[in-house]
């Protein structure tokens, strides 16, 4: 059999978890082109080529993907356009993917996630899986009915429909807090939807990101049952401020019942949007409440609090995005005792590039590494870099990265 030719991926969107899907996809011999909204960013920096265009503008879309990829014909199809943010013009993606072009994990997987109410729909409604009671406004008075007439109550949590890194997220404790929440979730929206979706607020004990892979139906020559298509990495633990994570953690003690359930629900929904060709890394956010799993959130692509995996196993969330992409094996994960990331954050903004200081002091600390992102402007709670640490237990490992990332200081004009 002749080789098969370079692999492409078309990254749209060039982050930090772009930039690591992209690093993980050079070693494996691909061509990726990244795509973004501005120059510089990420991803970027370790690409073959890079395209600037706003993901909105369908059109402009659409010209991007067909320069640099061509749609599947007789043969294997060696193009794949890998959404890795929200805001994409999804619905162009649809009309790509019926024309030939292979979308990663799918086109109707990009389209549903790219709004809450879309994907809380499918949970709730089409798989029946337990959610926080949820309804949705396009307005502050529609907002206020929601929450004060209708069935959700105080206290609440508002979001955009797109948005991400928590941006635009609150929580309404009192009704004065209405407005304000519906201004500061329309100043935080991504795309041009404007509309929120308001959830009754979880009491919960921790919460979760289950790493979930959905593998191709045919990988080196096997075909796979359904069950054996899907794959899971070990539970994440997360905390969040401002609906953003902060820190991640491995192993997240929990009961073998509601790790059971928590991967036949992320089995079920990732199954319903991928299809039966669709495959990629998912991260799926749960909420674990006396003994209860609650779905809350999910990504096509891999997971910010999966940074973690970079130091926790041998192959990082990256990796095994890349590998279920290109259909290709993987036969085990192999993990450390235990393991945690720490954000490190912006304190400001500005738009000079920034520099750092005590990346020496935290790199003397045993068991740690520190992954810088390489983004060219700061703004107050912009994640700049991850600090990751390994020990002996969770806790320790948590205490760790948490040192080490507070030792690095972002250096920017005032």
């Not at 098969?4 to 992209?22: C, I, N, R």
């Not at 945690?340 to 590494?369: C, F, H, M, N, W």
């Amino acid at each position: 059999m002749p080789p098969s030719p370079q692999p492409t991926l078309l990254l749209l969107g060039s982050g930090e978890l772009g930039k690591e899907v992209a690093i993980s996809a050079k070693r494996l011999g691909c061509r990726v082109i990244a795509v973004d909204s501005y120059d510089g960013a990420p991803a970027m920096q370790v690409t073959d080529t890079r395209e600037i265009i706003n993901m909105l503008d369908g059109d402009a879309l659409e010209r991007v993907v067909r320069k640099h990829l061509s749609p599947k014909g007789k043969n294997k199809p060696q193009g794949f356009i890998v959404p890795e943010i929200e805001a994409i013009r999804t619905e162009r993606l649809l009309a790509l993917e019926k024309a030939g072009f292979n979308v990663i994990p799918s086109a109707r997987a990009a389209n549903l996630t790219m709004n809450r109410d879309a994907i809380r729909d499918v949970a709730a409604n089409k798989l029946s899986l337990p959610t926080a009671r949820f309804a949705y406004a396009e307005s502050a008075a529609e907002l206020a009915d929601q929450i004060l007439n209708q069935r959700i109550g105080l206290p609440c949590v508002v979001k955009p429909v797109m948005s991400s890194s928590g941006k635009g997220q609150s929580v309404i404790r009192t009704k004065a807090d209405i407005a304000k929440a519906w201004d500061y979730a329309v100043k935080g929206m991504r795309g041009d939807t404007k509309r929120v979706i308001v959830e009754e607020f979880i009491s919960f004990d921790y919460e979760i990101t289950l790493l979930t892979i959905r593998q191709r139906a045919t990988v080196a020559g096997k075909k796979l049952s359904e069950k054996d298509r899907t794959l899971f990495v070990r539970p994440i633990g997360h905390r969040q401020e401002r609906g953003d994570y902060q820190e991640s953690w491995m192993p997240c003690a929990m009961k073998p019942a509601l790790i059971k359930e928590a991967q036949r629900q992320a089995r079920a929904i990732t199954a319903e949007i991928a299809g039966a060709h669709g495959s990629g890394l998912f991260g799926v956010e749960f909420f674990i409440a006396k003994d209860h799993v609650i779905f809350s959130e999910l990504s096509p692509r891999p997971h910010d609090t999966g940074m973690v995996t970079m130091i926790s196993q041998d192959l990082s969330e990256f990796d095994l995005h890349v590998r279920a992409i290109l259909g290709l094996p993987i036969p085990d994960i192999r993990y450390e005792h235990a393991a945690a990331s720490a954000v490190i954050l912006a304190d400001r903004e500005s738009t000079a590039e920034p520099s750092y200081l005590g990346v020496d002091k935290a790199l003397a600390l045993k068991g740690v590494q520190i992954r810088l992102f390489g983004k060219p402007t700061t703004r107050k709670y912009r994640r700049m870099g991850v600090a990751l640490a390994v020990e002996k237990s969770a806790p320790a490992a948590r205490r760790l990265a948490t040192k080490a990332a507070r030792l690095v200081k972002i250096v920017t004009p005032r």
